[in-house]
């Protein structure tokens, strides 16, 4: 998996494969369009808090998790460094990706790649 311009990928190198997502202004979105900001909103983050739910706006939605120091953490609570830890954010880490702020990150991921909340 690899990310460039905000658009999700199935290749091994950046820029490369079937798109798969995109996230926006804080919003996942899945589908196959290179174009970020397009298909259908899948969850969302925001102040480090990861939601789900078909909401265009970040921050609605139900929490599921979130990012804080470097933690990934697993909850309902809407505060950044509660619940119960699942790993480090460079375990949930996509190819490209890195100038994403953390949670952003670690959301593609559960949302387009693997399920870990």
């Known amino acids: 998996m690899n990310f460039k311009d905000g658009v999700i990928r199935t290749g091994s190198s950046v820029g490369s494969g079937s798109a798969i997502g995109n996230v926006k202004n804080g919003v996942i979105r899945k589908g196959s369009s290179t174009s970020a900001g397009s298909g259908s909103a899948i969850g969302n983050v925001k102040d480090g808090v990861i939601r789900k739910g078909s909401s265009t706006s970040a921050g609605s939605g139900s929490a599921i998790g979130n990012v804080k120091s470097g933690m990934v953490r697993k909850g ?7 619940g119960s830890s699942i790993g480090k954010v460079r375990d949930y880490s996509i ?4 100038y994403l702020d953390e949670a952003t990150m670690v959301a593609c991921y559960h949302f387009l790649i693997k399920e870990i909340f």
């Open 76 to 82: 309902s609570s809407t505060s950044a460094g509660s």
């Open 95 to 98: 190819k490209g990706a890195d």
